[in-house]
């Protein structure tokens, strides 16, 4: 179809891989500066918020923006070329509690096509294998069933690993499937699925699965370990986002860093409390711009994540990464909670942020910053109960803002229960 249509996506994908194999060649070194020098140039003449910038030198002369920055200049960001031009909506809560949507054009919608299938054929994933996605579904837009079956995809949703019966389905579908198998979702999916394993005494599992990515959260030593043990594979782990999309990743062999997704990113990491970029080795914020959204250009974009940069081969790298600050929390039934249940907010635009406290073992507090008066309150109390429990007590506070930590973070989820 792609071939018929004008090969669109496969001319990105060629691109792709071809610079992420040779990345220090003088062909991709200057294939990335087209594409960074072209982002700046129509983000100056066709984007209200850096008409400023139009006398810029270098990427450096960009301001850091955000999501708060993005969100109180929505109609500014906006490229005045794309208007009237098809474009999707991507949205997301994030890890940040803080609703965030963005527009995306169709080429930045091939060009994350293209990503996603360089970057998973790099780990043992093809076009056409049968990809278990577990994800907190209800927090996002639900593929349909023609579109699932057009895809292969079998979405979990996370919190039906609670249930027994949807853990013997999963380990059955794949001991009997003939099908090759990935696994995509979070590492605490994961680490649910091997402590399930774990209780029933299980011996290695009988499996074709061909590759397992680990997304949004960070994997344990347990979990690559315990994966390995049963599946005899190894997992590994995906830097990514929603509004932009996959910026970095580990790929197989011994490598514990992650290589950056440099034909389709400019990745800085800056200093905590300046805008400069700290030496290898040294922690700061993880600050992006990307190379393909001209509907709306997102310029040094702090992603609110914490990363370590480093050098492997005269690349780049990423040695380390981490996200927000979560706490575990519990149902009323005492029940761990690992997922980031503030993802959720992003079914609620009206919302600026949310950070949910538990104070007790049935009791939790939500602190809400809202643009308005927040009319959906009882909807939003009662859909958080069916994670929580039906008896879960729940306070809410309104808010003007939700304090940072000294790092920059900012806690989505926290237990302020004694004893714990």
């Known amino acids: 179809m792609d071939a018929i249509t004008g090969a669109k996506k496969r001319k990105h994908y060629d691109e792709i891989k071809f610079i992420i194999d040779n990345p220090t060649s003088l062909e991709a070194i200057e294939s990335k500066k087209a594409h960074l020098y072209k982002i700046l140039k129509h ?3 066709t984007v209200g918020y850096y008409k400023e910038n139009e006398s810029y030198k ?45 527009y995306q054009d169709n080429r930045k919608k091939i060009r994350n096509i293209a990503d996603n299938i360089v970057f998973s054929e790099k780990v043992g994933f093809k076009i056409g294998y049968r990809l278990t996605y577990f994800r907190l579904w209800n927090a996002f837009e639900k593929k349909g069933i023609l579109t699932r079956w057009i895809q292969n995809i079998v979405p979990i949703d996370v919190f039906d690993l609670k249930k027994k019966t949807v853990m013997d389905t999963i380990i059955s579908n794949l001991t009997k499937s003939t099908s090759s198998n990935s696994w995509l979702g979070y590492a605490s999916a994961y680490q649910e699925i091997c402590k399930y394993l774990d209780q029933k005494k299980a011996l290695p599992i009988a499996n074709n699965l061909k590759s397992i990515i680990a997304i949004s959260e960070k994997l344990n030593d347990y979990t690559k370990q315990a994966i390995y043990t049963y599946f005899g594979i190894k997992v590994i782990s995906r830097y990514s986002n929603v509004e932009n999309g996959i910026i970095a990743q580990q790929f197989l062999g011994e490598q514990e860093y992650f290589e950056i997704n440099e034909a389709s990113y400019v990745v800085e990491v800056l200093e905590f409390d300046s805008d400069k970029k700290v030496k290898d080795g040294e922690s700061g914020r993880i600050v992006i711009t990307d ?14 994540d914490v990363g370590v940069i480093g050098n492997k081969d005269s690349k780049v790298i990423l040695t380390n990464i981490t996200g927000r600050k979560i706490d575990l929390i519990y149902d009323t039934t005492g029940e761990i909670i690992s997922v980031n249940l503030v993802l959720i ?14 104070k007790s073992s049935k009791g939790y507090h939500f602190k809400l910053n809202a643009e308005k008066e927040f009319i959906r309150q009882e909807e939003f109390l ?3 109960k069916k994670y929580l429990g039906k008896d879960a007590k729940i306070t809410v506070e309104y808010v003007d803002e939700i304090p940072l930590l000294a790092s920059g973070k900012r806690r989505v989820m926290v237990n302020e229960m004694k004893n714990v």
Do not use: C, H, W
């Open 345 to 358: 907010v992003n079914k609620y635009p009206e919302l600026k942020q949310a950070q949910l406290i538990q």
């Open 382 to 384: 009662n859909e958080f």
């Open 43 to 45: 983000a100056v003449e």
């Open 58 to 102: 270098t990427l450096e002369d960009f301001p850091i923006v955000n999501k708060n920055i993005i969100r109180s200049s929505f109609e500014d960001f906006q490229s005045k070329k794309y208007l009237e031009l098809p474009k999707s909506i991507v949205s997301t809560s994030g890890s940040t509690g803080t609703p965030f949507k963005v």
């Open 291 to 304: 190379l393909f959204n001209y509907a709306m250009p997102m310029i040094r974009y702090d992603t609110g």
